[in-house]
């Protein structure tokens, strides 16, 4: 139903208007009130606040049309439609109500069936502004999600490093996740196994926003709650990826570098599943590519084998981990970061505690990129050996 208020100080207005309208009010298209005078018209839109149409005469008593639509303005209602009427040789006030907002005119006597067909096309324009309205109440829905996605996802992820174990004081761990949209795909976490040992993973899911968040937080779910039973790194990325397999969807999947680091020797039994490899900055400020077998990612084919390795980090080696967001990330003439761009700026952070080099790192990558708009997630995962 169209709610239409017509004010007018003729009283032989409201008979016309109901006369020739009366099918489509018998119907329930249409509904008028009436009012005549400005005061009259916002006193009935305080009681109606639903009427979408208003025809309104410009010459009326108390208040006249012009300053009624000055306060319907000042509704900011864009919903709300105004159709003037006025004689014919009063083209100035007609002009006027036009620059000011009105949707349309009439002018007296006026013709009804042109009447008709200027109320339709209002009733088009009015109906595009609900949608539109619509459409934006939705996506404010839809961020107002994501924003607490986005804050249930930073929760998920560690955010205290001091690992609760007798010898926690012997390693330095810090990690950071820069998300490209509201919500991320890539993931880090260190889990306690035992009094000497711990696991770590760094992963990205394929894919950006809701999706990918949500297969991050199963992939991370599943990685720990296998990697605590202290199986060597391989079986832990085998188990992972035939449970993946069979819940992916839209054939999604994720690259993880996952390790069991123990404490007391700094042995790593590492399994790389796809991911970039990382780097070791020894204490005397080489920088190293760590050199493994590669495995496939998790979530693409079940049952297959995976191998694992070893490696060692001596006193004051440090293990930097990173997501290809790092490497790929680019600059406004889209050139890549790159991993030798990387390892020059890892090779002047001899020293530099965990922290330090997360920060440096993504500062780094945040003065490469310039005024180029973050393309993926990027993500540090930093461990070293005091």
Sequence with gaps: MVKILSVDDEADLEVLLTQYFRRKIRKGEYEFYFAHNGLEALQCLLKHPDIEIILSDINMPEMDGLTLLAKINEMRNPALKCIMVSAYGDMDNIRHAM??????????????????????KAVEQIEFVRAAQKDRQELKDIHADLTVAREIQHAILPRNFVLKTPEADRVDIFASMIAAKDVGGDFYDFFRIDD??????IADVSGKGVPAAIFMAVSRTLIKATGVRGIPSNECMQIVNDMLCGESVDSMFVTVFYGVFNILTGEIDFCNAGHNAPYILHADGRVEAVEADINLVLGALEGIPYKRNKMTLQSG??????????????????????????????????????????????????????????????????????
């Design 99 to 120: 620059n000011n907002g009105a949707f349309d005119f009439a002018t007296k006597p006026i013709d009804l069936d042109d009447l008709q067909i200027t109320i339709e």
């Design 317 to 386: 080696d440090t293990l930097a981990m990173y997501t290809d967001g790092v490497t790929e990330a680019e600059n406004v003439e889209k050139e890549l970061y790159g991993e030798p761009r990387l390892e020059a700026e890892l090779a002047t952070l001899k020293g530099a505690s965990s922290r330090q080099i997360v920060e440096a790192i993504n500062q780094s990558v945040k003065e490469y990129a310039g005024e180029a708009p973050q393309s993926d997630d990027v993500t540090q995962l930093v461990i070293k050996m005091k």
């Design 196 to 201: 000497t040992h711990f696991g770590f993973c």
